[in-house]
């Protein structure tokens, strides 16, 4: 066999086809390009009228006699073959352009902040999948942790699209950090639109990976609505525990409350005061006070009114105005620690600049009181004026039998200070700031 028909017989159909890929893409580069089209159609045209001729030619018992005209088939079979991509290339170009792209965005959806789309489906899904460290996890979590944190800083800045662009692929990968902060971003509407719907859901995985404030706020948002009956009390019971042995001091209060209410469950005194006790000495104020409230009735617990006095005088330096006025009345009766009358004032009177109703009652029946207490008929009916506002009956009626006793113009005096006390918090000058607190003013 010659050299020649060998070479050709080497030329196989698989070649072939390699070597007219090659060509089309110099084609469509170069003879497209220069718009030489239409040459090279008329060119291809005129040898495809023999093109089925040759292809019966390319057959390697008969190819050797016929070297001549097999490479003119080859030229054609190439030729042939650039017209036909060049063609197809065409109706590409005609159905682009004539394609209608608003029938894309139409049928693509547009899927929500942290969610993907579902190719099989073609739906936006939230991605449930639970997040793995990878070999160094402390370094990751460190990184991941502070991703999130300038995530939160973006949102607290109102740089809502830096917070998004942050916690969107932590959310794609499961971290549950993430899925919390962007959570929480759903149920306040904070860059996104509120969706509670979306925050429940990424609450709840988060708190199914361990995450402790996710597992307090799916606990708080199921027994919000909750009373004596609770459905799912016992969930929320689970989730508001892993919360509150991982430092979430307010679900120990919580945990208190349900408890101590038989919120879903029986009441239980010994998991209630376990529970208030871990809560009063995390600094919860209300726990604090409610702990002393507790001591001093002697409710589910036995009386001491030293321990009562301790924990609600922790209540009052915290802030609670209920605690305040308490210890005040605990300083006036003695009850717990040694009586002290102007102390017993001074808390009082700091209760009721707090806004607490009874202490601003007994606050202005102590000030309208000319045998007890700083007298200053004006700041009494300030304060009674202001409880009998807030809805105390005892005021309503204490101001009343005051009024027989002072003119009109008096009483029109204090309620200007009483506007004055409750709208720029100007309530005059507290009882122990006087030379001689227990004197007698008068208007």
């Not at 009373?227 to 430092?247: D, F, H, L, R, V």
């Not at 208190?256 to 208030?276: F, N, Q």
């Not at 995390?282 to 002697?298: D, F, I, M």
Request: net charge neutral.
């Amino acid at each position: 066999m010659s050299k020649a028909v060998q070479r050709v017989e080497g030329f196989t159909p698989s070649k072939m086809e390699k070597f007219l890929h090659r060509l089309d893409m110099w084609k469509i580069r170069y003879f497209h390009k220069l718009g030489q089209k239409q040459l090279f159609q008329k060119l291809s045209n005129t040898y495809s009228r023999i093109l089925t001729f040759c292809r019966l030619l390319y057959l390697p018992k008969i190819w050797g006699g016929f070297k001549t005209l097999s490479a003119l088939c080859v030229l054609v079979i190439i030729c042939s073959g650039i017209n036909h991509q060049m063609i197809k290339h065409e109706k590409r170009k005609a159905l682009v352009t004539d394609y209608n792209f608003s029938q894309i965005e139409t049928e693509t959806p547009t899927c929500l902040v942290g969610q993907i789309e579902d190719m099989s489906s073609g739906k936006c899904v939230w991605r449930t999948k639970y997040f793995s460290f990878g070999m160094n996890s402390e370094i990751e979590k460190a990184g991941l942790d502070a991703t999130v944190e300038r995530s939160k800083n973006a949102t607290e800045n109102k740089n809502y699209q830096l917070a998004v662009a942050l916690l969107e692929p932590l959310v794609h990968r499961g971290y549950p950090a993430a899925q919390y902060h962007l959570a929480t971003m759903y149920n306040e509407g904070l860059g996104v639109q509120e969706n509670q719907q979306s925050a429940d859901f990424l609450y709840t995985f988060a708190a199914k990976q361990g995450h402790p404030e996710a597992q307090f706020e799916l606990a708080r948002k199921i027994t919000e609505d909750c009373e004596t009956k609770c459905p799912n009390i016992q969930t929320a019971i689970k989730y508001y525990t892993n919360a509150a042995n991982s430092g979430i001091d307010i679900a120990s209060e919580e945990l208190a409350r349900i408890y101590l209410e038989g919120v879903g469950v029986p009441k239980d005194s010994e998991l209630a005061i376990k529970w208030i006790s871990k809560a009063a000495e995390a600094n919860l104020v209300k726990s604090q006070r409610v702990l002393g409230e507790l001591y001093y009735y002697g409710r589910i617990i036995e009386r001491n009114f030293e321990k009562a006095f301790y924990w609600i005088e922790k209540a009052a330096l915290g802030g609670d105005p209920r605690a305040a006025f308490q210890v005040g009345t605990m300083y006036m009766n003695g009850v717990g620690v040694e009586k002290d009358e102007k102390k017993s004032v001074e808390l009082v009177w700091i209760s009721a600049v707090e806004g607490f109703i009874k202490g601003q009652t007994v606050i202005g029946m102590t000030f309208l009181d000319k045998n007890f207490g700083p007298n200053d008929e004006l700041r009494g009916l300030m304060w009674l004026h202001m409880a009998s506002e807030s809805g105390s009956e005892q005021a309503r009626e204490f101001l009343t039998n005051a009024l027989n006793d002072v003119s009109g113009e008096t009483y029109k005096v204090a309620k200007v200070l009483a506007k004055e006390c409750d709208e720029k918090e100007l309530c005059g000058i507290p009882p122990w700031y006087s030379d001689d607190n227990f004197i007698e003013t008068t208007l």
